[in-house]
């Protein structure tokens, strides 16, 4: 059952700007991961983020989690045209076996 | 540097055919996970193991079974494929412990048609 939900579907942007991305999610959580993919390929672990934690940062990728409002944010700052991918946001509910994916948000960065 | 891989990237196959798709992870992860993606539908599980010879039931295991006789090799089998089973399928596998679910490594997918 899907659990995290993407914001926007779609994100179109020029290089060097910045890309925000949101997910929320309905249940309790311990912890939350960010993956992106490739057209067509697996996906890649981005950051994970506990419950515990507000703000996460790895390189030009900042996460920010708010559990009262149950949701997380993924700020790619700078943008690069190899950033193009589709983003995930997965969640860790506990007593549930695997993580949850999202639909994603797939992000365009044109040169 | 750490591994999944799937044995084939692209497959077509006929309705009715048995169907295997092969993971093999170098990382000596006890987890393994079988999903498949399709457009709007985002990530979906189908099956995971926990550990040799044991499988467990995801979201959507109907018309899939798994096979897991050795640790680093988990297969997913579609014993008579349908054309509703095209899809991307992807295999995962994770290290348990550490007390909270860590990260997935994936590998890089088996786009399946079925004619």
């Known amino acids: 059952s899907q659990q995290g939900e993407e914001d926007p579907q779609a994100l179109s942007i020029q290089e060097g700007e910045n890309a925000t991305m949101n997910c929320s999610y309905k249940t309790s959580i311990n912890n939350l991961q960010w993956y992106r993919q490739n057209s067509g390929r697996g996906l890649v672990h981005l950051i994970l983020i506990r419950s515990n934690e507000r703000e996460k940062h790895s390189g030009r990728l900042r996460v920010t989690l708010d559990t009262s409002k149950k949701s997380s944010s993924l700020l790619i700052t700078a943008s690069r045209a190899a950033d193009t991918a589709s983003y995930f946001c997965?969640?860790?509910?506990?007593?549930?076996?695997?993580?949850?994916f999202g639909k994603g948000t797939m992000l365009l960065v044109s040169p | 540097d750490v591994k999944v891989t799937q044995s084939s990237r692209y497959l077509v196959k006929r309705t009715g055919e048995k169907v295997f798709l092969e993971c093999v992870q170098d990382?000596?992860?006890?987890?393994m996970f079988w999903y498949r993606q399709d457009p709007g539908l985002g990530l979906r599980l189908i099956y995971f193991s926990y550990d040799v010879k044991m499988k467990e039931k995801g979201d959507i295991p109907e018309g899939y079974s798994v096979s897991r006789e050795k640790k680093e090799r988990f297969s997913l089998i579609l014993e008579s494929a349908s054309t509703n089973q095209t899809s991307m399928y992807l295999c995962a596998s994770r290290h348990p412990g550490r007390g909270f679910f860590g990260e997935l490594f994936f590998g890089e997918g088996s786009r399946l048609t079925v004619l």
């Open positions: 997965a969640t860790d509910v506990s007593g549930y076996s695997t993580l949850t």
């Open positions: 990382m000596d992860h006890e987890n």
